[in-house]
């Protein structure tokens, strides 16, 4: 066979682990990047740093959506996660008083247990989506691929329950951040006494 014939060969089977691109080196540099900043998120015991590691850790994702041509989706991470659900967590840590330095409750001792299940959950997500795209290849100088369109259509017929009940979640925790953040009375009959406080006679 002559180099020529070896080559469109090559070619015509598909891309390489061999030989990546720039655009594939910078995603696993991003990841990497994204990676770090998300075991720091869970390691560390200020509350504030852990929201701020958050920040770069979902940016990094939106990052990895614009290097996959998802244009649509980045921007819609930006938006909703980096725009909404971060300043929600802040608002919420401002709102119950939570500690600004080092928080020793916020080691339940539980690590152990929550390293073996975070290890099982990403080798099965790992599985997952490498199993069901195997065979799949993004070509990244074509057309946009995660366009409004395409888009809208697959959030709207397939995954209108999950987005409906996580705006619910978000709901929810906001409601419960406001209810945390009241101050008891102690004037106030109809404020329930604290753990440490006991009702007196009159």
């Keep these: 066979m002559s180099p020529a014939a070896t080559l469109a060969a090559a070619t015509t089977t598909g891309p390489g682990f061999l030989s990546p691109t720039g655009v594939e080196i910078a995603f696993v540099l991003v990841g990497l990047a994204t990676l770090g900043a998300a075991l720091v998120t869970v390691t560390t015991k200020q509350l504030v740093h852990a929201a ?117 979640l978000l709901l929810a925790a906001l409601i419960g951040a406001i209810v945390l953040s009241r101050k008891n009375d102690p004037a106030d009959p109809a404020t329930p006494a604290g753990p440490g406080e006991k009702k007196g006679r009159r």
């Design 52 to 168: 701020l590691w958050l920040v770069v850790a979902l940016g990094g994702i939106a990052v990895e959506y614009l290097l996959l041509t998802a244009e649509f989706i980045a921007w819609v991470q930006v938006l909703i996660y980096l725009g909404s659900v971060i300043v929600l967590l802040l608002f919420g840590l401002m709102l119950t008083k939570a500690p600004i330095g080092r928080s020793p409750d916020a080691d339940s001792g539980n690590r152990p247990l929550a390293l073996g299940v975070a290890v099982v959950a990403a080798v099965s997500l790992v599985w997952v989506v490498v199993d069901a795209f195997r065979t799949t290849w993004i070509d990244l100088d074509g057309p946009v691929q995660g366009s409004t369109k395409v888009s809208g259509e697959i959030l709207f017929q397939h995954w209108v329950l999950p987005f409906e009940a996580l705006s619910v």
